[in-house]
């Protein structure tokens, strides 16, 4: 097991990070399930980290109630600004929810005798393992899978075809859809808890525009028809930097045609079941 060990000790933050991407994929997936193109996630991500960072670092508060913590923060500002925002629709939402997560990265770096501003938060324990992150993303699946296939996942598919249909036929749209903002902020809030408590470090430029790009692409990139192409999106995202680190100065450049290569030729991403079923039919008529 020696080769393991070797493996474990390089590796080790680049495998668990591709189960918190996979999160922050997953949470955004909620919002476009129901069909708000929210961009928020990497603000909920950010005050989740802080929230857990802070009460572990300064109170000693236990690991598993600065989790709860770091999700409950960004679920309750979610409930806050969600009822405002999501009267909003398309574009507007979008460019609404990223006002938003510049607000709050604007607050984490001026507010620096608490978040310790542009120098952001170090020293903060390593409480993250390789089992906390399995399980949080295990129980993440499980809670979607049943979503999706329950009435509520239903409710989100019809608000997603037609909003104004939706609500004719009796579906309480605002309540779906703050029932989708919130449980996905949560989501990202537990995301950027466990990323916290795995790299002794934060700081306000992790939770930009660029991190909020990063988890839309993500979804996208793997697809939104189903939970596997979140997953598979983050796990992309996560390994490409890594797997085109020796084109050094290019590598963005060629991470950047590889995506739009993808969007073109694959618009409803990589993981995509109805392509796939349509593809082996085609071939099994050849033969």
Known sequence: MDWFNNFWSIYSNLVLSLGTNALLALSIYLTLACGMLAIANAAFMGIGAY????????????????????????????FIIGKPTLRLSGVYLAMATLAFGEVVRIALLNADSITGGALGLNGIPQLTQWWHVALALLLTLALLWRLRHSRVGRAFESIKEDETAAGLMGIDVGAYKMLAFVLGSAIAGLAGALNA???????????????????????????????????????????????????????????????????????????????????????????
Do not use: C
């Open 197 to 287: 408590h795995l790299t002794f470090f934060i700081g306000p430029s992790e939770y930009g525009f660029d991190r909020a790009v990063d988890i839309l692409t993500m979804a996208i990139l793997g697809g939104i028809g189903n939970l596997g192409g979140p997953v598979i999106g983050a796990v992309i995202l996560t390994l490409l930097p890594e797997l085109l680190r020796a084109l050094q100065d290019f590598r963005g450049v060629v991470n950047g045609f590889i995506l739009v290569l993808i969007v073109l030729f694959l618009p409803k991403g990589i993981w995509d079941p109805a392509r796939f079923r349509q593809w082996f039919g085609k071939r099994g008529g050849r033969i």
């Open 51 to 78: 929230t857990s960072a802070l009460l572990t670092m300064n109170y000693g508060v236990p690991f598993p109630a600065a989790l709860a913590a770091g999700m409950a923060a960004p679920a309750l500002m979610a």
